[in-house]
């Protein structure tokens, strides 16, 4: 059963004239009771402000539509679309022209999410029926009027996308220069590595050709010693007056 809901005056929800009309009707539903905390009607030359009144409250009261997280549902009211997109806690409803792109209303979605978290968030919890609409109704204002030109918003997100490639690109430059970096200092600490290896080696090699050289030196004393005991020897055993005969 859809839920009765006391309709604000169309004359203070409605938006400034002028605009395109391809923004229409603005909700925002607390899922836990299904009640609609606020409501902004922009463009009143349009359908009254209870017909969308009473498709936002019966699509926060649908389970199967709350399910689904996100949805568009096609001539809602009369030519206009409803999407919605909901969290645990609040749903956000919107009416569009039916021609209007569905991707740029789920960014409308968002952006009202958006402001809606960052001003509304500490009261929304206890909020009553319609109770924010007057504090929303400054930042839903601005909001709808600027997604109602489609072509600007298009432009600007066009834009934005173009920086946000740039920025990527850019921070792949710097994470690849930081790998330049990193590999540059890795080699740097090898090189050093080497150069303490070899002087370790030149070192060691100093102090095996020193002790080598002592070996040698050693060695040679020996046989030298060796041969003059034995050349000794010889005369003594060949020389009779050596031996004192």
Partial sequence: PITVVKS???????????????????AIGRVSDRVLVSTYHHFSQGAPAAKYLAVAQKVLN?????????????????????LMQADKSFMFIVFVAQDYPERTAFELLRQIRKEFTDKEATDA???????????????????????DDVGAVNKVAGVQAQVDDVKITMEDNVQNMLKQHEKLEDLEDRADTMRTEASKFKKGAGNLASKMWWQNCRLWMIIIVVAVIVLMIIIFSICPPCRGE
């Fill in 62 to 82: 649908s389970d199967k539509v709350l399910s689904q997280q996100s949805a568009n549902v096609p001539n809602a009211v009369d030519d206009a679309s409803c």
């Fill in 8 to 26: 604000v005056p169309s004359a203070e929800m409605s938006g400034k004239d002028g605009n395109k009309g391809n923004i229409r009707y603005a």
């Fill in 125 to 147: 919890d206890k909020a009553t029926e319609n109770s924010l609409s007057k504090a929303c109704k400054k930042w839903m204002h601005a909001v709808c009027t600027k997604y």
